[in-house]
């Protein structure tokens, strides 16, 4: 056995991924007394969850899987600079995936899934402010609440429906006239006829966040392992004897077998965390199970908001974060930076990854700010500094947080879509709940991971 392996034999909880839902899982289960080992395909930190918008959002209760979302989806592909596009495929799972997401687009399921997505966002948000008090981490944490833009009679139509929900849940929310948000925000002018304000909503840096995570678990033990994939596991029954072929008993995975390089390598643990976003379907395979995720790309440039700063191609003097709502475009100020993203493009990861960013997600993006922002200029904007990333969603819009059957001391923590950032806090302290058997924070039963099982496949 290698020296890595030896390294990282006796561990007793491994965390595969390396994004906030991981680290802020080996959070948790260091400070309930656990030895851990984090493992990564790429630079901890650096995927999905380093270039979001940073919003941590209890105004976000309406799950992906919402009304419209399939009529909108199908308007928007005729348009390449769509902020929503799904990108054809004939690959049966993204097939599958789509179904069962069609499925679950309506007025029925929204109802029954708000309560339970506003509830974990606002523990989310109480976990935020207890780690910016913490001493050991350093990140800057803004409540300064929420914006969203409309330029049409129709959507700011929808918008005051969702305010009037959020307050019957007991969430602050209300709308603005265009006077009442230049009151807000006076320093920055805004083409919209009205707005919807959500002041108990908060944004950080992430990559601030992350760095200072990983700094503090470094220190205290926490082990990592980057750029290694996990290509297999080692798993037995109960008992100690083979798996059955049909898998129908109770399972225990012993270790997993990764590749770093030309390095070989193997983890034991007593406990595996399933954490890994967009790449969480595909390692789940390995095991057998059956995880709907699919990747949603999103894209982002961050840029100079310093007034002093020549080189800068536009600067705006706003404190609240906001969302250009009808073109799907978040803007959030960060210090002397200021961060456009957005766009979600659906498809096969695979062939996702192999595509990069498509320059009309680009243009899609720079025209709709231009739209909403007078002063915008993005001539001068550098189309290169582009970032992109991978959000795993699931079909129902909901996060995938529970022990997934048929093994005993697997975890899996995935599936946030857009929420990733916010829900990060509370999915890393319900995986250290679940696996130290304390009373969980919320009712698990919306994100139980086995709630896919019983789906029909497609004729």
Partial sequence: MNPESNRNKNKEVAVIGGGIIGLCSAYYLHKAGKSVVVIDKGEIGKACSFGNAGYI??????????????????KWMLNPQSPFFVRPSLNLDFLHWLWSFSKRCTQQHTVNTQEAILDINLKSLALYEELHAEDALEFQFYQK????????????????????????????????????????????????????HYPEDAHIAPYELL?????????????????????????GSLQGDDIPANRSGPIKIVSAH???????GLISADEFILA????????????????PVQAGKGISITISNDPNNKCSPTTFDCKTP???????????????EIRFGGTMELGVLA???????????????????????PAFR??????????????????????????????????VSTGHAMMGLSLGPISGKLVSEIITGSTVSVNLGPFDPNRFHSEEKIA
């Fill in 57 to 74: 959002t209890p105004s976000h209760f309406v799950p992906l899987a919402a009304p419209g979302m399939i009529q909108k989806g199908l």
């Fill in 378 to 411: 993005a001539d001068n904007i550098d189309q290169s500094q582009f970032w992109s990333g991978f959000r795993p969603c699931s079909p129902d819009g909901l996060p995938i947080i529970g022990r997934c059957q048929p093994y005993t001391n697997l975890t």
């Fill in 258 to 264: 990764y590749s770093k390089g030309a390095e070989k």
């Fill in 351 to 373: 062939d996702q990854e192999r595509r990069g960013i498509s320059p009309n997600r680009i243009k899609g993006l720079l025209k709709s700010a231009g739209r909403y922002l």
């Fill in 211 to 235: 760095s200072s995570l990983r700094i503090y678990l470094e220190t205290v033990g926490v082990e990592f392992i980057e750029q290694a994939e996990v290509t297999n596991f080692n798993t």
């Fill in 276 to 291: 890994n976003g967009a790449w969480s379907g595909e390692t789940g395979k390995r095991l057998g199970l059956k995880l």
């Fill in 322 to 336: 906001f969302i250009l709502s009808e073109a799907k475009v978040a803007v959030t100020p960060f210090n002397n």
């Fill in 145 to 196: 609440g929420l914006l969203m833009l409309y330029k049409t009679e129709k959507g700011l139509k929808e918008e005051a429906k969702t305010v009037k929900q959020a307050n019957r849940l007991g969430l602050n929310a209300k709308l603005l006239s265009p006077n009442e948000l230049k009151r807000l925000e006076p320093n920055i002018d805004f083409d919209v006829i009205g707005a919807a």
